[in-house]
């Protein structure tokens, strides 16, 4: 393994990869920045092209240890840049995209087009993009798109003062945006899921439980989320401590194989659309009981060598008082938890911020309603697999209030 250090839309990574690893396999499975698209790799239909140092590269046939040191901008890079909200407008006016995968790869040549050369003859223009192939458009929308943007670049030059492809200053190279902010997707909104208890109460010295947005560090993807159980903490305590008994209330988790004072093994499966992934992975867990907190790490990999998954989970319990809308409940706790992960294979593609927070929220609800079952002494529902269409049937359903 070797260790990269390198620049990525305008933040400093680092990341131990094997010596043949790709850029994009880098971009894609160590960093989750999936907005850059593998096609061909063989560096012929430029799906994967980002900007190295300023300059369009195929990131399928580039290795990673080769980048070491440099700057990288991938599509997510483009976020606010002038250039590139302008390319973004003109692809989505002039009808410059279909089914969507050559888009990022033809957005970071446009970018490069326009900014190197702004032309505007359909000739030029045309011999600029004939590295990136599209199998939808028949290429008369990302043409005008591009022409249209590269007008706009030479009429600012113009006004300016400046020659139209003159650089800011003598002897400049074109650079690529530094340090822009990402893409921001919308999130899909859902309202709180009410399972046996499981929405924000307010707690005994802590203000009303949120949901904190989901951050990237290092790799890691981290995820933190309160709830609550209308049972005492002792109850849920004693559940938590009881791993072949908590197990099954969390979906997608088929069996544990082995369980030791501190060490567990055991199987579970994810699906997400067409990617499917069973895990077989080992754990270790270290709690404190007097202060009811605890520490769950693991890592697994899929069997057909679809993904790779290494996640830790921390977790508090505390006494809750009885909500407003129902002073004369019993004894609740609220569950505070940080979960960290990071995802290599196919399932890295819909690390996506919303998709993660949704699928995390739904994933929540299912255990914090399935935790209830279990204390009540109910049969807790078998969940097959932790599924992404069946997950968002869900949060569909809750939305709609049915």
Do not use: K
Not at 272 to 291: I, K, L, N, W, Y
């Amino acid at each position: 393994m070797n260790t990269v250090h390198l620049t990525v839309n305008g933040e400093p990574c680092r990341a131990d990869v094997a010596g043949r690893t790709q850029l994009a396999e880098l971009l894609r499975d160590h960093l989750h920045l999936t907005g850059t698209h593998l096609g061909c790799e063989h560096g012929v239909c430029g799906a994967c092209t980002v900007l190295v140092d300023g300059r369009p590269i195929r990131s399928c046939i580039t290795y990673a240890q080769a980048c070491e040191g440099a700057n990288v901008v991938t599509v997510e890079g483009l976020g606010d840049d002038p250039i590139g909200r302008a390319l973004r407008d003109a692809f989505a006016r002039h009808h410059a995209l279909q089914c969507g995968f050559c888009t990022p790869g033809m957005l970071i040549t446009a970018w490069d087009v326009v900014n190197r050369l702004a032309p505007t003859d359909e000739a030029d223009i045309r011999r600029e993009l004939s590295g990136n192939l599209c199998r939808c458009t028949g290429y008369m929308g990302l043409v005008a798109a591009v022409r249209d943007v590269a007008r706009q670049r030479r009429g600012m030059a113009a006004s300016e003062g400046r020659g139209a492809l003159a650089p800011t200053a003598a002897g400049d190279e074109p650079s690529a945006p530094t340090a822009p902010s990402p893409i921001a997707f919308e999130p899909f909104e859902i309202d709180p899921i009410h399972l046996h208890g499981a929405e924000p109460v307010s707690t005994t010295g802590a203000p009303e439980a949120t949901a904190r947005p989901m951050t990237q560090v290092e790799g890691w993807t981290l995820v933190e989320r309160e709830f609550v159980i209308e049972h005492p903490v002792e109850a849920l305590w004693t559940l938590f401590e009881d791993v072949p008994r908590v197990a099954p209330c969390l979906p997608g988790v088929h069996n544990i194989e082995s369980v030791g004072p501190n060490r567990f093994t055991g199987r579970a499966e994810i699906r997400f659309g067409p990617v499917a992934a069973s895990f077989h992975g080992e754990g270790t867990r270290e709690t404190d009981a007097g202060g009811r907190t605890g520490v769950i790490a693991g890592h697994g990999s899929d069997r057909r060598g679809h993904a790779s998954l290494e996640a830790e989970l921390r977790y508090a319990m505390s006494g809750a008082m009885p909500g407003e809308d129902a002073p004369e409940a019993g004894p609740r706790t609220r569950v505070d938890l940080a979960i960290r992960f990071r995802i290599q294979g196919g399932l890295a593609q819909f690390n996506r911020a919303d998709l993660v927070e949704s699928f995390t929220d739904v994933m929540l609800a299912e255990f914090a309603g399935n935790c209830e079952r279990a204390l009540a002494g109910e049969e807790v529902r078998a969940a097959p697999g932790a599924s992404g269409f069946a997950l968002l049937w869900r949060m569909i359903r809750a939305r709609l209030g049915f």
